[in-house]
């Protein structure tokens, strides 16, 4: 009988213990007008969505899963005053076809619909550091649509986003790295203004991207159409070697 008892009590820990390592991993869910209950109903836009959800420690998926989808309603929302009132992204989802319904019935004759589709991967995850890539294009009437990415990093150790201020040490020294990257590839001189071909730096002073993400092997920095030039310069790509950043980095790579 203690056999069975040692026996029972070790599986247990086992199990337990088997448990509590379970490893971060990811799913993919599509949203679009096959799986949208409210697109059988009735007319819907364009829409493709690929989520990212985060499976494993509970405090950690919870936490990364809170952020993908704080994005993507971001991103959804067409009018600012809406976004208090939006809380989840099935909301933000009936929203935009909603928007979508209202404008058709606007202007029945039009030929221009609504669009959305978001795409979201990992693209770094590390010991310490995860970083997930947004692919989003939207159209919502108008001259053009409007494609840009989003990058998410999440400390893995507190499950908490990180913005460049709390992912970079040494934010001074840092900066000056990234201008002289960004004077190099776009060929401006040194002793010129860093506005002078064209780009619009608020005060003339250089600034991060909003956006900043990893691969497996470099940073990347991107400066989206109208952070800082004319939406028809596009994307402004930066990319640096880890080996080259990573003493400015506050996770470990």
Known sequence: MKKYFCFYVILSVVISCQKKESPLAFK????????LE???NGICPEIEINKLTAQGPDELS????????????????????????????DKAIANFISSYRSYQDEFPETSAGYVF???STTSYNGEELLSIIFDTYSFWGGAHGYGSTTYLNIDKQNG???SPENLINDLPAFLKLVEQKFRNQKEIPENESINSTGY????????LPANIGFTENEMILIYNPYEVASYAEGQII???????????IKPNL
């Open 38 to 40: 409210t697109c059988k």
């Open 117 to 119: 589709t978001s795409n």
């Open 238 to 248: 930066i990319k640096i070697a880890l080996s080259e950043v990573a003493p400015f």
């Open 200 to 207: 619009f730096f608020e005060n003339d002073s250089f600034i």
């Open 160 to 162: 908490k986003s990180l």
């Open 62 to 89: 919870d936490s990364i899963n809170n952020a993908i989808e704080r994005i993507l309603i971001s991103n959804l929302i067409i009018n600012p005053d809406e976004s208090p009132e939006i809380k989840t992204l």
């Open 28 to 35: 993919n869910t599509i949203y679009n007008a096959t799986t």
